[in-house]
Structures are given as C-alpha cells and as structure tokens.
C-alpha cells in the first residue's frame, strides 16, 4: 500500500489514489484552503462514506463546487475566510490521514507536483491531526445556501487573485483560526449567534437525516404519504421513544454509539414504533396536521386567519402547548397572554418572515431566536424549530427538547 504520493504519472501515485486505497464507508475529515473537485466529494458518498470539510473562502475555492456540495446527502461544509488559513489535511476514519501540499482540487489530486503522505491510525500524531480538525471544525463557520449564494456574488467578475480575496473579506471579514494570531474575528455578536445557532443545527440535521434513511429502508409507513409527511411520522417515533425508552432524565444515561451499533438501535425502536401503531398518529394524521397546514401552510393562510384560530394551529406544536404548565388556568391564560404580549400583527408577520420568508431558513430561525423584529415573547427556539417543522415544502425535521432526548437515547452526541 502507498503512503507516498507525488502525481508522477510513471508511478501512478497520484493524491487521488490514497483516497480509493484507504478504502470507503468511513467518516472522512478535510481542512483544505482550496476546493473545486467535487467529483470526488461524491464518489466518497456513494461509497458509503460521510464527509465534514472545512475551506477558506477565497480564489482557490469554487463557488459552484460549494452550492453542489451542499445537495449531496451527508456532506457538511463549514468555512474560515482569513488568508492564515491554509492546511491540506485528511483524516480517513479511525485508519489514516494524508497530509502534504495538495488542495482539494483536480490540480491538487492529479496533476501538480505534489508532495503528501499517510500517517497510520497508530502513529501518536494520528490523534493529534484528529483534535487539531476538531478544533477547527468547532471555529469554522457553516456553509449553507445563503452563505454560497453570497460567496458566489462577492466573487463574481473579479478573476484576479488580489481582487477576489479582497471581495470575499469584504463580505465575510476575516475570519481565521484563533490559534492563529494574526487572524480576528471581527464579527458582531448577533453574527456569532448566528454561527452557532447553525453549527448546532447542523448537527441536530444530520442526526435526523440518518434516522430519516434508516425508516425509509424499513419500507414501512403506518400513514400514508398523502396524510402525513414522513419527517411527522418521524417526530411521533420521537413522541414514542421519549414516553416508552427515556421518561425523566434517563436518556443521559444511554451510552454514545456510532457506526452499525447505533445504527441497529435506531433501526429496533423503528420496529417497536412501527409495530405498535399508536393512536395518537392517526389523530397527528388526520385532525392536528390538516388544522396547523391550514393556517400556517400559506401566506394567505396566516394573513387571514382570526387571532383565534392562529393561536388554536400554534398550540398543536408541542413546545408551545407546553408553556401552559406556567400560567394559572392553562391554554386559556396562556393564549391570552400570548397574544397581549405580542400583539396579532407581530405574530403573523413573524410567522411569515420564519415558514415563508426569503433567504436561507436556518439564518430565519436564528433570526426569529436571538431578538429584533421577528422575536416573540414566549416563543423560544424550540417553538421556532418546531413549528417550522410542521408546515414547509423543504421537508424541514421538527426540532424540539423530546426530539434531542430522544436521539439522545439512540445514542448520539446531544447535551440536553
């Protein structure tokens, strides 16, 4: 097996080799400065492999590459902006890293002269490579479609090296590594928000995407499709988990699992639920979803709609519903204060700007969380992730703390 590679054709030890040496069905780690080949990003995926990728914005990285990326399943990207940032590093699950000159680009991978080498998983730098990208990957700001979008124009006729770099820390400042000093984050605290806001959701995505896949092999529904959407069917195995598997606070108690392990966990509560058929989804189906689609399904729909049956379709999502326990006399106080506090016009045009507004609909969620205009008093995040959830045509999870405890017990990474 190669552990050195050079792109020298007489050798065949092109860069792009190592990755189909190592083998596929692993978590794969890149930090690159540059990125354009995303060929290869989707042969890792359809080889089974998950993939976390870390690039500077700036003129070795394409805006076309970064808008596919974020289309194919199980592909997250994140991004630093400052000129400090500049690693070629891969990390192949728990087996090797390659490390050396190469960018994730069709040069970089096959033709440049390059220099990078494989260190085995039980060489002591192993691990060091592996907390280095994590804390990277902790820093690095997440790619979605408005930051592409917004990459794509800032570097849009300016084909210069200089030109497109000064673009790109115009937009997105300069925003590095810290443990590199010459870098700084000159973000205001309602941006840092942001960030966060969407690392976390990223994660809780992914969680959810391989739950999602898991039911769908099942090839079972217990609703149709054409009552229910599957990411509901989805939070009602949530709903069943959290009243059957982790009642109180034992879901902290669950051991993390990865790989296959989890994988059969998941895929055992798919086949309790499944089995069990309970009642409360058919009332989900046929009485809760048709009222909170009706509503808030549309622009027309929240518009027209009279204060009480905005607050009647708001109290079928779960996280809102459950703020009764505050308030003497229940959902009649609490719709009271609600819409007192609020007022009818702020919660309808609040509404409209998270399920119906322009833009990226995580930076809306964020928006609607952290205060301005769009935040409703007594309307937290996971009222805003939830409701979201419920009524969209990008087929958004529901997201709310019985989920998190619930993938929590399943045995993912969640601190609830």
Not at 130 to 148: P, R
Not at 356 to 384: I, S
Request: include cysteine.
């Amino acid at each position: 097996m190669l552990s050195l590679f050079t792109n020298r054709a007489d050798l065949h030890d092109f860069v792009r080799n190592a990755f189909t040496q190592t083998g596929w069905a692993c978590d794969v780690k890149i930090a690159v400065a540059f990125f354009s080949d995303v060929e290869l990003i989707r042969e890792l995926v359809a080889n089974g492999c998950s993939v976390d990728m870390i690039v500077r914005l700036g003129s070795g990285t394409s805006p076309q590459a970064l808008q596919e990326c974020l289309h194919v399943p199980r592909v997250r990207i994140r991004y630093f902006s400052a000129h400090t940032f500049h690693p070629k590093l891969y990390i192949f699950g728990t087996t090797r890293a390659l490390l050396g000159s190469a960018n994730l680009t069709n040069a970089g991978m096959a033709q440049n002269a390059e220099v990078a080498i494989t260190l085995p998983a039980d060489d002591p730098r192993f691990d060091e490579l592996a907390t280095l990208f994590n804390e990277m990957w902790q820093q690095a700001k997440v790619v979605d479609e408005d930051v592409a979008k917004q990459y794509a124009g800032a570097v849009a006729g300016y084909p210069p090296v200089s030109a497109v770099d000064s673009q790109v820390q115009l937009r997105f400042g300069q925003h590095g590594f810290t443990n590199i000093a010459r870098a700084h984050d000159v973000t205001t605290p309602a941006e840092n928000y942001v960030d966060e806001y969407k690392r976390s959701y990223q994660l809780f995505g992914e969680a959810f995407a391989e739950v999602s896949q898991l039911y769908a092999e099942s090839g079972v529904r217990i609703v149709s499709s054409h009552e229910l959407p599957l990411r509901i069917e989805i939070d009602q195995l949530f709903n069943f988990i959290r009243e059957n598997n982790t009642t109180g606070e034992s879901y902290r108690d669950s051991p993390l699992l990865i790989g296959e392990e989890r994988k059969d966990k998941i895929r055992h509560a798919i086949q309790q639920f499944q089995a069990a058929k309970p009642e409360y989804l058919f009332t989900v189906a046929h009485e809760r979803y048709p009222v909170i689609s009706g509503v808030l399904g549309s622009k027309h729909g929240i518009e027209d709609a009279s204060p009480e049956e905005l607050l009647e379709a708001l109290l079928i999502v779960h996280a809102f519903y459950t703020r009764m326990r505050y308030f003497d006399g229940g959902v009649p106080t609490l719709k009271a204060w609600f819409l007192a506090e609020n007022g009818i016009e702020k919660i309808k045009n609040t509404l409209l700007y998270l399920i119906h507004g322009p833009g990226d609909y995580v930076r809306r969620m964020a928006d609607c969380t952290y205060g301005g205009e769009h935040r409703l008093k007594g309307f937290g995040d996971y009222c805003v992730k939830e409701t979201i959830g419920w009524v969209n045509t990008l087929d958004i999870p529901l997201c709310n703390s019985r989920t998190l405890k619930s993938l929590r017990w399943l045995g993912f990474n969640f601190s609830v």
